[in-house]
T-cell receptor
Framework: RKEVEQDPGPFNVPEGATVAFNCTYS??????FFWYRQDCRKEPKLLMS???SGNEDGRFTAQLNRASQYISLLIRDSKLSDSATYLC???????????FGAGTQVVVTP | EAGVAQSPRYKIIEKRQSVAFWCNPI?????LYWYQQILGQGPKLLIQ????????DSQLPKDRFSAERLKGVDSTLKIQPAKLEDSAVYLC??????????FGNGTRLTVT
């Protein structure tokens, strides 16, 4: 099992719709997680941090399910500009070594 | 706040040649990372520095890759000799004590 696993997608989403996708992690002791957004040929940029049960920032909601060891990202009222690859990041050891998932591609269509 | 600076942005070399990348982290960030990102994959950690000491280099191909962070600020990553499979984007990132990773623009390396 990969340490951090994501559905690669693509998730094709009509503008204005809601999309959600998950990221599973293997280290049950992980405490903090991150979602990064990466546009084509650009560097990853921090979208959200997730430290407890979840976090909400405008149209973006991240939730943490410790029992099933996954975090989710939900995007409401999708905009064309939300088209990107979303990278999940989780610690993989007790020292906090961060592991990136391969990313989930989201394509918002008019 | 100035971001993470990297250079060059692009580099094309032939296999077996050597190449070096430079990174200047965000001021005050003690931790510096070098990641390799191959097309279609997530970033893979090559090496992590805490100040000028190496914290993790378990995934660094040490027969050809080397990195240093003299004086605990700037860092250089070198590949010698390069192989075709080294073609990737090399991302530098830095973080402070309570801040998440911030990435530089990356260096896109093509080995022919």
């Amino acid at each position: 099992r990969k340490e951090v696993e994501q559905d690669p997608g693509p998730f094709n989403v009509p503008e204005g719709a809601t999309v959600a996708f998950n990221c599973t992690y293997s280290n049950s002791a992980s405490q903090s997680f991150f979602w990064y957004r990466q546009d084509c040929r650009k560097e990853p940029k921090l979208l959200m941090s997730v430290y407890s049960s979840g976090n909400e920032d405008g149209r973006f909601t991240a939730q943490l399910n410790r029992a099933s060891q996954y975090i989710s990202l939900l995007i409401r009222d999708s905009k064309l500009s939300d088209s990107a690859t979303y990278l999940c990041v989780a610690p993989t050891d007790s020292w906090g070594k961060l592991q990136f998932g391969a990313g989930t591609q989201v394509v918002v269509t008019p | 706040e100035a971001g993470v600076a990297q250079s060059p942005r692009y580099k094309i070399i032939e296999k077996r040649q050597s190449v070096a990348f430079w990174c200047n982290p965000i001021s005050g960030h003690a931790t510096l990372y070098w990641y390799q990102q191959i097309l279609g994959q997530g970033p893979k950690l090559l090496i992590q520095f805490q100040n000028n000491g190496v914290v993790d280099d378990s995934q660094l191909p040490k027969d050809r890759f080397s990195a240093e962070r003299l004086k605990g600020v700037d860092s250089t990553l070198k590949i010698q000799p390069a192989k075709l499979e080294d073609s990737a984007v090399y991302l530098c990132a830095s973080s402070g004590e309570y801040s998440p990773l911030h990435f530089g623009n990356g260096t896109r390396l093509t080995v022919t």
